[in-house]
């Protein structure tokens, strides 16, 4: 379970401000990749939200909102979001790191240290520490991913309402069955990514 002892750590070492950084949607079929910042307050986090934050894939959709909506009166979260247009002109990667550097500098607070899950570090102005499963070791970390899967759920959702039929409000544009049949009947739109394997694929056929 995700804990403080990385953001403990680096106030050992005077860092004030430690926020962290995780992203939603590198791996659908469609729609944007949204990145997440957020500043814990460690003095206003209940030991229920502390008990209940994890890796966001770990947590059923339902109990993920009711931890947004706690997180909102206890931490300051920025979003950061690139949109598929992004994706297809800067690759995946490149279009994940500007999100999160975008989240970021969208904090009120500036941070001195980025705590950021995974193994490549975005451009961003303060020391950047990346870490490996980072949203099940970093309580900052477990909440940015929360928030940023949350905000794309709900962004995916509304997408669904424009573009019917892909089950885009179950799946998140991810590649599921569902999805793959609702391309071979109802084609593509503009939110899916082309560039992308599967979506390359029906193109050329």
């Known amino acids: 379970m995700p804990d403080f002892r990385l953001e403990a750590a680096a106030r050992r070492e005077g860092a004030d401000v430690i926020a962290g950084v995780d992203e939603a949607g590198r791996g659908p079929w469609a729609g944007p990749v949204v990145a997440a910042a957020v500043v ?19 947590l059923a959709r339902r109990r993920r909102v009711e931890l947004f909506a706690a997180l909102r009166d206890c931490a300051e979260i920025a979003l950061g ?19 999160m550097r975008r989240a970021v500098e969208g904090l009120a607070t500036r941070p001195q240290v980025a705590l950021v899950d995974g ?13 490996v499963k980072g949203d099940a070791r970093s309580l900052s970390i477990a909440a940015a991913s ?5 905000t794309r ?7 669904a309402s424009a573009y019917p039929g892909y089950g885009w409000e179950r799946n ?7 999805h793959r049949e609702a391309l071979e009947r109802l084609g593509l739109t503009p939110h899916h990514r082309r560039t992308f394997a599967p979506i390359a694929r029906l193109l050329g056929d």
């Not at 979001?81 to 999100?99: F, K, Q």
């Open 81 to 99: 979001i690139a949109d598929v247009a992004e994706i297809e002109a800067r690759n995946i990667l490149v279009a994940t790191m500007e999100a």
């Open 40 to 58: 814990l307050d460690p003095k206003r986090l209940t030991p229920a939200l502390a008990s209940g934050l994890d890796d966001s894939k770990k």
């Open 119 to 131: 193994i490549t570090a975005p451009p961003l102005s303060c020391d950047v520490r990346c870490v």
């Open 146 to 150: 929360v928030a940023a899967k949350v």
């Open 172 to 178: 998140a544009g991810y590649g599921t069955a569902e």
């Open 153 to 159: 759920d709900g962004i995916m959702a509304e997408l």
